[in-house]
């Protein structure tokens, strides 16, 4: 009480009321499907009435439109913004999602993507009228060859995986341009899922590789696996355990002696730049997330984008579109025939890449220019590391308390016996306002936990974080199982039944449950 | 009279004449989780020992069923299709997969019988 | 830097926390000849302004679409797209969140999919959709495994008449993945036989409507030939906007539908992101590629959304994975989905109606030019025309003008005997004014 006699606190002498009429709590308002909304009419967008001529359909007219709401631009507002404050964001909280590499996504590169010149441009213009866009795409690829050592690169992958799928359809073209046909591709345990599917879907056989004791792949266990029938090797670097593959020049020799290549998986490269020389180390292929190492926003899952350097080796392999330069004046060749010194394996997709995702990497590369890159992967590295000091004594490391790169692996030993598992503790991060870490990943570690802070991050918020992580753990064995193993409480939803959704899936609205 | 015999692979074949039924194991059902989904071959394939037959999947995982003998599909539970969760309530019952004739007897003779499958897993 | 919070003396107090001597310690793993020393080479750091300034300059070596007459298709369509949503679609919480792999946390990107899925079923005629994949092209070339891995045949045939960036990604794809393509000659204005193209070992037929030369097909009658053979029908939609008018591929008895969904809520941006569409019915639910999302409820009994199917992802499945695609278009698929619940289906057909009637328009007016002859029986939105002379020439000249009239059919085929050709597109942002300088120019042009 205050001296007025009117309460202070809230809930001070009542326990708060669980439920409210409405279902909203305060800010977390309750929002229905758009194809819920009863009385849809005439829409948000004001159209001129068509001249009713007769059409010329050849007879395919539909006689009446689609089903579809369509809601007026006050309600369209409220609809989307009433959602979007149910997602949690890089902007709005600390989101230390292993392997995803979520950094602050800067907003002069959001204005930079907007510019009409290069958001209102067709891809199949004259090219005469598109030289400016032709002559960026050749800057962002004078970025990459620098910042890894490589001699080539192609933009045309769409994502990371399409870049992966990229890096190994050159790989086989190269193989059987020189008439050896080879059927293998090793991996080692610990890759990114997406490495086998890849090597899979380009049609080679997957063998994977153990890793020793320390998390890293040795140079004999590769050679082990070595021979005539094998295409390359796959490799992360560095690795999902957070490590340098320290012994990563030798496996390239020894590889590269067994007549094979090697793909590098370049999602973290974001520890590599201006520390590390990509083409010193052997990699004949490496595709880079431009939406983690250069910060263009993930957007609730795509787009992305992931161009793919090359060696000297693999460059003439490399897809359609080839971007070329003479005099000043840029030129796509389109296709195979126009190709001089070079043998395109084919194409990857529509067009000429992530022109959008682009524009955003390089107003990225700009404003850091090289020695701010440099500067990132170091403040990176330094905080991850940072976390694995201050959190070593109270949570366990697979590996000992080596020294990692930009991310660090924790597993669940600190659990036992806790009745608490990897998720459970997951979800109790969200309770405190924190995005989980990437959990069970990767799979050669039980109950895997992958922080990945990037560089954006401030002590402050690093030391909020470890604060928080030393009390839930000590809370976890203390006993306190039901703190972790009913949460979360506070976020949106509960834990969701995923096993319904996948038993019954219901994947479009069919009226209300 | 029939007889039951188990796979590494945590199948199982009861035995009726040249008749078999086969499905996953409740260790098997066990390891997998809550299962969501199971894909079953059509009515009339044939499968060579070894062969891809069915695909099992569950919330967290998704594996192969392998033809644990060459045999050819006499009838499928189609149950399972609307009904996944049968597989977790009542695996070696119910929930069986398929029942198939018997291409090659002399295959069973390298099956474990249920003592040897019950050591197998106690040391998994 | 602006954007990196610590100070030097913030690094070193971290670095002592952590027990090490200097930054380079951090690096120790990496073998001597692959270090290096920064990235010297490259030029420094700049401010906002610079950055602008250099961004701008690039920007104003092209031509944008808005400045001037723009009649170019073929896989890109240029629409009005309403404020709201571009100021949606970068509200922080869309924008920066990732993939939701924490659903209570994640309500928001997952009922926007849950509606876009619901919203791609209905437009396309189909049962169910996937969560969008990169592009059109992609979705069409995964459409395609995707079909080989269903009925277990090599064989898918190809319509001549499908964009051919998506017929040379579907090849390319195919070839690695082991399918055997085969394709018919384009017939611009036409619709090539197909059906004699389809056995026993055919896996499915790709065809694409209104087909890369604006022509508009029936494909009734082939999806019947499709199903007498065993195969499925895979439609290709690379004009969202023809669904506001046209019958529906799923009404014409497809069993596929991929294609583009950039024209809605989506600029040209030169090419990409983009926003690849697949839609299925629902006894190919469980091999569709790509994230999917359904509904469920929460330990409360409240409605919620997850992720779902995803067993059959690579994370999971590694060398087995149905495909080996991590995302979608995410930010992409929003912005169509704002856009479209925007318009909702009376706007979409009205704005469809739009299009049309602008396209009759352009073919009227290009018609009365000396020498011009429109190929198509019936087209959408695009259209092919002959020009007495290189189509190329032609399209060159009228950019010379300021004027873009469409793509020379020679970029796409080149020495197949195309070269007169000349595919354009008209949108509701065409004016009388745009059309009477496209014809004018021609007219001078070709004289």
């Known amino acids: 009480m205050n001296r007025e006699g009117r309460p202070t606190g809230a809930g001070e002498t009542q326990a708060p009321r669980s439920r409210t009429f409405t279902g909203n709590k305060a800010l977390q308002i309750e929002e229905p499907l758009i194809f819920e909304r009863a009385d849809y009419g005439h829409g948000g967008v004001d159209l001129p009435e068509p001249e009713g001529l007769s059409t010329n359909l050849a007879g395919l007219e539909q006689e009446s439109a689609p089903d579809l709401p369509g809601l007026s631009e006050p309600e369209i507002m409220r609809h989307y913004v009433r959602l979007s404050q149910k997602n949690f964001s890089i902007d709005g909280g600390f989101y230390p999602l292993g392997s995803c590499t979520m950094k602050h996504n800067p907003r002069l590169n959001e204005k930079m993507a907007r510019l009409p010149g290069f958001a209102d441009i067709h891809p199949l213009q004259p090219q005469s009228t598109v030289q400016g866009a032709l002559e960026l795409q050749h800057e962002i690829s004078g970025w990459l060859c620098n910042i890894t050592g490589m001699s080539a690169v192609t933009l045309a992958p769409r994502a990371g995986a399409h870049g992966e799928l990229a890096g190994m359809m050159a790989i086989r073209a190269a193989l059987e341009a020189r008439g050896d046909a080879r059927s293998v591709v090793l991996t080692p345990e610990s890759s990114h899922g997406t490495n086998p599917a890849t090597a899979s879907l380009v049609g080679y056989k997957v063998k994977a590789i153990p890793a020793r004791a320390d998390g890293t792949v040795s140079v004999e266990a590769v050679r082990e696996h070595l021979g005539p029938d094998v295409a390359g090797i796959m490799i992360t670097n560095p690795n999902t355990c957070g490590l340098f593959e320290r012994d990563f020049a030798a496996i390239s020799a020894a590889v590269h002696e067994a007549g094979g290549f090697v793909y590098g998986d370049g999602a973290n490269l974001n520890a590599l730049m201006g520390r590390a020389d990509v083409a010193a180390l052997g990699v004949d292929a490496m595709h880079i997330n431009l939406h983690k190492t250069f910060s263009t926003p993930h957007g609730g899952g795509g787009p992305g984008a992931g161009p793919v350097v090359f060696s000297k080796a693999l460059a003439p392999f490399a897809p359609l579109p080839l971007l070329r330069e003479k005099y000043g004046v840029f030129s796509l060749i389109e296709n195979p025939d126009e190709a001089e010194n070079a043998s395109p394996f084919g194409r990857m997709a529509a067009f000429q890449g992530q022109m959008g995702v682009f524009v955003r990497a390089l107003s990225y590369m700009l404003s850091h220019g090289g020695n701010g890159l440099a500067r990132s992967t170091d403040d990176a590295v330094l905080n991850a590391n940072y976390i694995r000091a201050r959190l070593a004594d109270v949570m366990s490391l697979p590996f000992g308390n080596q020294s990692c790169m930009h991310e660090v692996l924790f597993d669940d030993a600190f659990l036992k016996d806790t009745g608490v598992t990897t998720l459970d503790f997951a979800k109790a991060m969200i309770d405190e306002g924190f995005h989980p870490m990437t959990v069970y990943f990767p799979l050669v570690v039980h109950g895997a936990m992958l922080i990945e802070p990037t560089e954006s991050e401030s002590k402050e918020t690093l030391d909020q974080f470890i604060e928080t992580m030393r009390a839930l753990v000590k809370a976890a064995r203390s006993g306190e199982t039901g703190r972790f193993t009913n949460a979360p409480v506070f976020a949106p939803r509960r834990r969701l039944d995923e096993t319904r959704a996948a038993r019954q899936p219901v994947l479009v609205y069919e009226g209300k449950i | ?124 | 830097m602006r954007y990196l919070p610590h100070t030097d003396e913030t690094r070193k107090a971290m670095l002592d926390k952590i027990g090490v001597a200097g930054m380079a310690a951090l690096f120790a793993d990496i073998p001597q000849e692959a270090q290096r020393s920064g990235l010297e080479t490259l030029p420094g750091y700049q401010g906002e302004w610079d950055v602008e300034a250099h961004m701008a300059a690039l920007a104003a070596k092209n031509r944008a679409a808005a400045s001037g007459p723009f009649f170019i298709g073929c896989g890109a369509y240029r629409h009005h797209v309403p404020a709201s949503v571009d100021h949606l679609i970068q509200r922080s919480e869309f924008l920066t969140a990732y993939t939701p792999y924490q659903p209570e946390i994640s309500q928001g990107t997952l009922q926007v999919l849950f509606e876009f899925q619901t919203q791609v079923a209905r437009l396309t005629g189909m049962e169910v959709a996937n969560a969008s994949m990169y592009d059109g092209s992609t979705a069409c070339a995964e459409a395609a495994l995707m079909a080989s891995r269903v009925k277990r045949r090599r064989k898918i045939v190809i319509c001549g008449n499908l964009h051919p960036h998506y017929r040379e990604s579907t090849l390319t794809l195919g070839r690695f993945g082991g399918l055997r393509i085969e394709t018919t000659r384009p017939q611009p204005g036409g619709a090539p036989e197909l059906a004699g193209l389809i056995d026993k070992d055919t896996a499915a037929l790709v065809v694409q409507n209104p087909d890369v030369f604006g022509q508009v097909r029936d494909l009734a009658p082939l999806a019947e030939a499709a199903h007498a053979a065993g195969a499925l029908l895979i439609a290709v939609v690379t004009e969202p906007v023809s669904l506001g008018l046209l019958r529906s591929p799923g009404a014409m008895g497809a069993d596929v539908v991929c294609g583009e969904g950039q024209s809605i809520g989506n600029g040209l941006n030169f090419g990409g992101p983009y926003l690849g569409l697949f839609a299925v019915n629902k006894k190919l639910l469980r091999q569709m590629p790509g994230r999917i999302c359904g509904q469920t409820v929460d330990a409360d009994g409240r409605r919620g959304f997850v992720l779902t199917l995803s067993t059959r992802e690579q994370h999971i499945r590694r060398e087995k994975a149905t495909s080996n695609i991590c995302t979608n278009s995410g930010l992409c698929a929003l912005a169509f989905s704002i856009h479209l619940s925007l318009l909702g289906g009376e706007g979409l057909r009205k704005l469809a109606r739009l299009n049309h009637e602008s396209t009759i328009a352009l073919a009227g007016t290009l018609g009365q030019v000396p020498g011009v002859k429109v190929l198509n029986s019936g087209y959408f939105n695009e259209f092919t025309y002959k020009v007495p002379g290189d189509a190329a020439e032609v399209i060159e000249a009228l950019a010379g003008r300021d004027i873009l009239g469409g793509v020379p059919a020679s970029r796409f085929y080149p020495g197949e005997g195309f070269d007169d050709l000349i595919i354009t597109a008209a949108s509701e942002l065409n004016t009388d004014e745009h059309r009477a300088a496209y014809a004018g120019a021609l007219k001078e042009i070709l004289s």
Do not use: R
């Open chain 2, 1 to 124: 009279m029939s007889d039951t015999k188990y796979t590494e692979d945590h199948e199982y074949i009861q035995i009726e004449g040249d008749i078999a039924t086969i499905g996953i194991t409740d260790y098997a059902q066990g390891q997998l989780g809550d299962v969501v989904f199971v894909e079953l071959p059509e009515t009339g394939a044939s499968f060579a020992k070894g062969d891809e037959a069915a695909v099992i999947e569950s919330v967290k995982a998704a594996s192969e069923v392998y033809a644990p003998i060459s045999c050819a599909v006499i009838e499928v539970n189609s149950i399972l299709e609307g009904e996944p969760a049968i597989v977790n309530s009542d695996p070696e019952g119910e929930g069986w997969f398929m029942k198939v004739s018997i291409s090659d007897e002399a295959e069973l003779e390298e099956l474990m019988d249920e003592d040897a499958y019950k050591a197998f897993i106690a040391e998994l």
